[in-house]
């Protein structure tokens, strides 16, 4: 039966349907100078709401993830958002550490009001400096040195009739006192006396030796020696206690002329700084330098420097964790969440070679800390990959106090950990992350939903609805003259508008990912400056576009002269069965790009069905599966309904060795398909994309306009011919924002773009031959495609079945 021709015109994108322009009658300015920037946050209204809820809910758990890929301003808004709100908070005190001196390794914690934490030490400071001078004028005055000098001559008197006594008593049994030496002390020793001389006790064996002495006298002598001695040990304790008292007596004395300077000292502060917890240190400060009164005492030698030997007072400073200025909530950025820099540090410092040590004074506030009674704002990747920060993070908002240690396991040099006192924490963490992290940390993480219950949600792009475009024009202007850019003229602002919607990947959506498109505005800036203009027309802004592609295009373009030096084989004239071009886009990070890929079917006999070999090799993903499984769906459900379909076919992406994924080739392989089984060859000056369904309605996908442009890009390099064109779903039609280049050769009629919204309508503009129509007995158009197909399927069917 001879194939019937189809008559049917398709209906190709015009000029106007291929991007979107600015309405000559649109109420735009012809220059953005005639525009006033607006600082409004435009775009996001849902993630605003939420955001406010998690700012102004001061309830526990209630901490902010904002979700949002990178570039939609997430950052800056929310910085923005906390300065345009002020948000009601409750004013972070101001926070100290100080000397623990009955615990060292327990510095304690002070809370100060509000902004007076360096008046404070200043304070501390100066009356320690006035107390050290007052304690070292009453130590040393003249009327102490003269107390103390009656107290000595009064203990001396005693000491020395105590001695006399001693001599006397023991000049009655013959014996006298001496000093030796002994290790560098003086020891009173006693000695026999002989006539005007001195005996030492053991010089008496010699003395027998020599008969000046019997041996009978020296046991009567060493006999009374050693009661002696015993008296002796009670002598020398009595001098002991004479002077123990006679140190405590001038001990008492200088107390309590001292204590009453340290009185004074204490008031003073007290009477700025009533806290109850300052007393308590002061009390300390008082003990020690009351039991430490020597340190004043000044050298005897009138020639030395008290300057130099002074007591050391570096133990009653204080640190300063938290200092606030201002009545504002406190907003801050942590760029490198490391643990020291989140939490905080205890920084050490040699005290000897190769010995560490640390002490209150090096108790290092960290972010966490300079956010008291604000915000902090995170990203959450970043944190994550820091080891042992997350998981103090949240022991840290579950408990609501921060306690500035190392992190566990970290090494430490040797040097002690202190144990400082907990602090109360106050603080709102904002996380910036995606959406993926989002619902990744929900489901694996069941502490994450007690802590962070607000997920602020930022759009990639906004409608233009209402009032919309307006208001997306001064927020461009507000870059403009932030970052003191020329202005855009029309053809500027329309260029501009025309890359925000391909941005947003469809067309009457403007995209909010305005770190990309402020470095469009920087670099078009840049070219029309060099190009000696002082404005920023349409051909800098897409030259700007167009040097950003080719910096990033290095892989791309190497692609491209595979294709041009026949490496990847493709066709794009004549007719084939069972081949066609599809096509793919190809993500680098932000760049992406379209391109051919060579996709063949081989259609016989047997019981396999469709064998994908993409699947097969374990080089699809799950999306790209089911698009496989749908054709089958599709075929069983045209053609199936009378008798079991049995047939083996193999789908091949040709020359593709990487992985592949997504639904966007299934109406391509299902063109492919039917072409083999109904040996009708397709057209290969045209490329496909297009999701199908079980019912071959054409469903939308993504990349349309770089998957256009990859195939335009092929066609031109090779030679347009006229009849070139690309299959698309009709339902994409709005989602197109080609490129100049494109366009004009739309306007030329030398490429065609096609939408469709079923495989019908695709595959008689592939083949040229009539789809056809099922009639009421099932059967279809003679001479169509899909009798031609109901035909292969049943000699394929019946051979299967009799094997």
């Not at 920084?347 to 960290?366: Q, W």
């Not at 820091?386 to 022991?395: A, D, R, S, T």
Request: hydrophobic content about 40%; some cysteine.
């Amino acid at each position: 039966m001879p194939l019937k021709k189809s008559h049917a015109q398709p209906v190709s994108i015009s000029l106007a349907g291929a991007c979107w322009t600015l309405p000559p009658d649109a109420d735009i300015p012809d220059s953005t100078a005639e525009i006033e920037a607006d600082d409004a946050i435009i775009g996001q209204e849902r993630a605003l709401k939420a955001l406010r809820l998690g700012l102004e809910l001061y309830k526990t758990g209630y901490n902010v993830f904002v979700c949002g890929i990178v570039g939609t301003g997430r950052t800056s808004t929310v910085k923005r958002m906390l300065g345009a709100m002020q948000p009601a908070c409750k004013l972070a005190d101001d926070l100290a550490f100080v000397h623990n001196f009955d615990e060292p390794e327990r510095p304690k914690l002070i809370t100060l009001p509000r902004g007076s934490a360096n008046d404070f030490k200043t304070l501390v400071h100066e009356s320690l400096l006035l107390l050290r001078r007052e304690v070292d004028r009453l130590i040393n005055s003249p009327e102490t040195a003269e107390r103390m000098k009656a107290m000595e001559v009064s203990f001396q008197a005693v000491a020395q009739k105590l001695t006399a006594e001693f001599r006397e008593k023991i000049g009655e049994a013959g014996f006298a006192l001496a000093a030796t030496s002994e290790e560098g002390a003086v020891v009173p020793e006693l000695v026999l006396l002989r006539g005007e001389a001195a005996v030492e006790l053991r010089e008496l064996p010699r003395l027998v030796k020599e008969g000046e002495i019997t041996e009978e006298e020296v046991k009567k002598i060493q006999e009374t020696a050693e009661t002696l001695e015993t008296d002796l040990v009670g002598f020398m304790s009595e001098h002991q206690r004479i002077s123990k008292d006679l140190i405590a007596t001038i001990n008492k004395m200088q107390r309590h002329i001292v204590r009453l300077a340290i009185g004074d000292f204490s008031r003073s502060i007290l009477e700025k700084f009533p806290n109850d917890g300052i007393e308590p240190w002061l009390e300390q400060i008082r003990d020690t330098i009351l039991d430490n009164l020597e340190v004043f005492q000044r050298p005897t030698d009138a020639n030395a420097s008290n300057e130099e030997g002074g007591p050391d007072f570096s133990a009653f400073d204080v640190n300063i964790v938290l200092s606030n200025k201002g009545s504002g909530c406190p907003i801050v950025i942590e760029n490198h969440p490391t643990y020291q820099n989140v939490f905080g540090s205890q920084d050490r410092v040699a005290v000897a070679p190769g010995v560490f040590g640390t002490d209150f004074s090096r108790l290092k506030p960290g972010s966490l800390l300079r956010a008291q009674g604000g915000y902090l704002i995170v990203n959450a990747p970043d944190l994550l990959l820091e080891n042992g920060v997350w998981p103090q993070l949240k022991q840290t908002l579950r408990s609501g106090e921060l306690i500035i240690q190392p992190q566990e396991g970290a090494p430490s040099s040797g040097a002690p950990v202190l144990n400082p006192d907990a602090i109360p924490l106050n603080v709102k963490i904002i996380l910036l992350g995606s959406s993926g992290l989002y619902e990744s940390l929900h489901e694996k993480d069941h502490e994450f939903a007690k802590i962070f219950k607000v997920k602020a949600d930022f759009d990639t792009s906004i409608g233009l609805r209402g009032d919309a475009l307006d208001r997306y024009l001064k927020a461009v202007v507000r870059i403009l003259r932030e970052e003191e850019l020329f202005d855009l003229d029309r053809s500027g602002i329309e260029s501009f508008l025309q890359f925000s919607m391909r941005k947003a990947d469809r067309r009457g959506r403007l995209s909010t990912r305005f770190s990309i498109l402020a470095d469009v505005l920087r670099e078009a800036n840049y070219l029309a400056r060099t190009a000696g203009k002082n404005v920023i027309g349409g051909e800098y802004v897409e030259k700007a576009i167009a040097d950003s592609r080719e910096r990033l295009g290095l892989y791309e373009d190497k692609l491209k002269e595979r294709v041009d030096e026949g490496e990847i084989i493709l066709e794009t004239d004549g007719h084939r069965v069972g081949q066609i071009n599809g096509l793919t886009v190809l993500s680098i990070g932000d760049y992406a790009f379209g391109t051919v890929a060579r996709i063949s079917c081989q259609t016989s006999a047997g019981k396999n069905g469709i064998v994908d070999l993409e699947r097969e090799a374990e080089l699809s993903g799950s999306s790209y599966d089911k698009g496989s499984m749908i054709i089958q769906g599709f075929m069983n459900g045209r053609y199936g309904q009378d008798y079991p379909l049995t047939f083996s076919a193999s789908i091949c992406i040709e020359q593709s060795y990487g992985y592949i994924d997504g639904d966007s080739a299934s109406s391509t392989e299902l063109y492919l398909l039917l072409s083999s089984l109904a040996s009708i060859p397709l057209r290969q000056d045209i490329a496909c994309t297009g999701s199908v369904d079980q019912f071959g309605n054409i469903q939308p996908v993504g990349g349309v306009n770089e998957k256009i442009e990859g195939f335009f890009d092929v066609c031109r390099r090779r030679g347009l011919t006229g009849t070139q064109g690309i299959i698309m779903p009709q339902s994409n039609a709005s989602d197109l924002m080609l490129a100049r280049v494109v366009r004009e050769a739309i306007a030329e009629g030398t490429f065609h773009i096609y939408p469709v919204k079923t495989i019908d309508e695709g595959l008689e503009i592939l083949t040229g031959v009539q789809a056809g129509v099922r009639a009421r007995g099932g059967t279809w158009t003679l001479g169509s495609v899909n009798a031609e197909v109901q035909s292969a399927l049943e000699r394929l069917s019946k051979i299967g079945g009799d094997s």
